[in-house]
């Protein structure tokens, strides 16, 4: 029982954050999305119920989001041009990641204020292809940076001749690193599948792939909101 209030304590900790909340809602929206594509053809009515509650959770966080401009504005100006990096590859990636980003989030909204019809926007398609695309720079950029940090610190791990003096903390950061790196690459191949068919897998996984993939990335970054909490405790 006690366990049990733990648990529940600590989830009701992370959705009251927005990060945390994001990655329950992504769950829940890739996993109904999962069951879509399960049920496509054995059972439609059913697959078209859960599409429905997976399209509008989906389009939840997409309204979430169009807030996110200012904390990523803040973020950028603190970061500046990387000078806490610990490599001018760190720095450049950074730097790059950041102005994509700043890029992103505009084009993001004038996605969504054209699907829910706010404003006209003529080519409403093309500024959809020209989102995914930089969705994809995005995650890309982020993927380099997780696996060059990744690569900067298990050079250092190596070059560590006493194990001993390694404390638990310090590996168990550098195993959780190892675990964004596999949820970043399914975002990836996400993203990726968005793009425009001829481009890549662009517009070729199925629904049942596509929420395949989402839902085990989402399952990684609540499994990592976990580990960090107790890491931090």
Request: charged share 25%; aromatic share 10%.
């Amino acid at each position: 029982m006690g366990s049990t209030t733990k648990f529940v304590n600590e989830f009701c900790d992370i959705i009251d954050s927005y990060g945390g909340r994001d990655k329950v809602m992504k769950a829940l929206c890739y996993s109904a999305k999962l069951v879509a594509g399960y049920h496509a053809k054995r059972n439609p009515d059913l697959a078209k119920r859960y599409a429905t509650a997976s399209s509008r959770i989906s389009g939840a966080r997409a309204t979430l989001r169009l807030i996110d401009d200012i904390p990523m504005i803040q973020y950028a100006l603190e970061y500046g041009l990387g000078e806490n990096e610990p490599d001018r590859v760190m720095q450049v990636l950074g730097v790059t990641a950041n102005i994509v980003d700043l890029l992103y989030y505009p084009i993001e909204k004038v996605c969504w204020l054209a699907e829910h019809k706010i404003v006209d926007v003529k080519n409403a398609d093309n500024w959809d292809n020209v989102n995914s695309i930089f969705w994809v720079l995005s995650v890309y950029l982020n993927l380099m940076r997780t696996m060059r940090n990744f690569s900067l610190n298990q050079d250092k791990l190596n070059r560590t001749k006493n194990v001993n003096e390694l404390d638990v903390k310090t590996l168990t950061k550098h195993r959780l690193e190892m675990v964004s790196i596999v949820r970043i690459s399914l975002d990836f191949v996400h993203a990726v599948s968005t793009l425009p068919k001829g481009y890549l897998w662009g517009g070729k996984l199925s629904t049942l792939q596509v929420g395949a993939i989402g839902t085990l990335s989402a399952g990684l970054g609540i499994y990592q909101i976990f580990a960090k909490r107790r890491l931090n405790k």
